[in-house]
């Protein structure tokens, strides 16, 4: 027997799952009679021959084509498949959310699920008890709790179970591309909440389909092909390598000549100026008349409640994204100026130098961009307590057509020890993760530009004859 490594929270070694298929019904007993003198089964290997190891607190990514053997790996690991031969290691309490409802009973309450997932788990009924609230306010389901799971929709079935899954305090959580399912705004907190726990040193696994995925989450990747590992490496080489045979077997389509906006507007001379910094922000009293929803705000205070952090002394009420036409919207067109809003109070004093900062994350939640109001010489230490306010950032993005979305916080800085004109956070006042989500569409004229990944440049080429 094999010595087991105490520092790999998972470790396989020549792992394959076979799968045997008959034309005919009668072949299986027909098999069974010749005693192994003849074969009638169509052999399938979904897996064939896997060795990795992961160690304690890393971070996996699996990415692969459909049929590639990702999710029959993701459950050999977690324990719902047996593998046909080789030797699996799995160290620690494992949480896996592979497919929609896997694990939940149909029949019985999301309430009485939670209960059965934690025992299945490992957890007493105290420890359920303590984390019922948590799970529960995570999943927004707080009034559809207590009915049947086989009522709730697909994005209602998997907030519980992404819930369940992260509040069962695993050492290794296994997630298999569920955040694809439900809408923007959960992906977006459920990203956060896998960061906070990442940060904590639980073992991270996650198969997707897309290479930027795995480079921002995960600090390994897999590659798979056909049941078997075509590359293990880091998540950079993993990714570009996996990325690049994408592109490969991609049919380009070429663009046509850029054709005027039909409301008169210079798509291209307005999308110079390359990158996407603030025009100076606005600071103003609010609500303005109109322009604050209350509902609006009631609803972006359930969505941050969960993953919400800070000392306090200010509170993010809303964030609202308006188009060049004035209108509050969550999709925007290419290339075409708009305002992010964030309304705010101070509900205490706070310190000089206290900055509303807002980012914006493409859709695997990696920040792609930054603005801070302290740099527009916006400091929030003289504003009056309990007033409402909001600071308004007009940009020009150059963001590419795709999903993204905004965070935003409040929090005293201090100059950088060793970097002239730089501020770092001395303390968190309030952060809101999941707060707003928006898109960029495609323009829908015809537009000769580089849409690939999240930035369109602007940029010229020449061509000169060498000697």
């Known amino acids: ?47 064939d021959d896997v060795s990795f190891a992961l160690e304690k607190g890393g971070r996996l990514g699996i990415v692969g084509e459909n049929g590639s053997g990702k999710s029959t790996l993701l459950k050999v690991l977690a324990r719902v498949l ?46 359920i008890e303590a984390a019922q609230p948590e799970i529960i306010q995570f999943s927004e389901l707080r009034d559809a ?23 069962v305090q695993p050492d290794i959580l296994i997630v298999d591309e569920a955040l694809s399912v439900g809408d923007a705004y959960f992906q977006n907190k459920c990203l956060h909440k896998i960061r906070s726990m990442l940060d904590g040193g639980v073992t991270f696994i996650y198969v997707t389909h897309a290479a930027d995925a795995i480079r921002s989450l995960c600090n390994q990747g897999l590659w798979m092909e056909k049941g078997r590992v075509r590359l293990c490496g880091s998540s950079t080489e993993v990714g570009a390598g996996y990325q690049r045979e994408i592109f490969n077997r991609m049919v380009k389509g070429g663009y046509a000549d850029a054709a005027p906006d039909p409301a008169g507007r210079d798509a291209d001379s307005e999308g110079a100026g390359g990158d996407d910094a603030a025009a100076p922000a606005r600071a103003s009293h609010a609500p303005l008349a109109g322009e604050f929803d209350s509902a609006s705000a009631s609803a972006f205070g359930d969505r941050v409640a969960p993953m919400r952090t800070g000392s306090g ?155």
């Not at 939940?104 to 007493?124: A, C, K, V, W, Y």
């Not at 079935?157 to 992404?162: E, K």
Request: proline share 5%.
């Open 1 to 47: 027997m094999s010595n087991i490594d105490l520092s790999h929270a998972i470790s396989l070694q020549g792992v394959s799952k076979v799968y045997h298929t008959y034309s005919n019904p009668r072949h299986r007993l027909m098999e069974l009679l010749s005693a192994g003198r003849k074969q009638y089964a169509r052999e399938t290997r979904a897996l």
């Open 82 to 127: 047996t593998p046909s031969s080789g030797t699996v290691q799995v160290s620690g309490r494992v949480s896996a959310l592979l497919e929609l409802g896997a694990g939940f009973n149909p029949e019985l309450t999301g309430r009485e699920n939670i209960s059965q997932f934690g025992l299945l788990h490992g957890m007493s009924r105290e420890q």
């Open 145 to 167: 709790i207590d009915h049947p799971v086989k009522t709730y929709s697909s994005g209602m079935a998997v907030r519980l179970g992404f819930a369940c899954a992260v509040y």
């Open 313 to 467: 002394e200010a509170r993010i009420l809303d964030i609202v994204l308006y188009d060049d036409d004035g209108n509050a919207t969550d999709s925007v067109a290419f290339r075409r100026p708009h305002r992010l809003r964030v309304i705010f109070s101070l509900k205490a004093p706070v310190p000089p130098n206290t900055s509303l900062n807002v980012g914006i994350a493409d859709n695997s939640g990696k920040q792609v961009c930054h603005f801070s109001s302290l740099v527009q010489d916006i400091d929030l230490a003289n504003l009056d307590v309990g007033a409402p306010y909001s600071i308004e950032f007009d940009y020009h993005p150059t963001l590419c057509p795709g999903e993204y979305g905004i965070t935003a916080g409040i929090s005293s800085m201090v100059d950088h020890p060793s970097r002239h004109g730089q501020m770092v956070v001395d303390s968190v006042v309030d952060y809101c993760a999941g707060g707003q989500r928006f898109s960029i569409r495609f323009p829908d004229y015809p537009l000769k530009a580089d849409l690939w990944g999240v930035v369109a440049i602007d940029y010229s080429a020449d061509l000169t004859k060498l000697d």
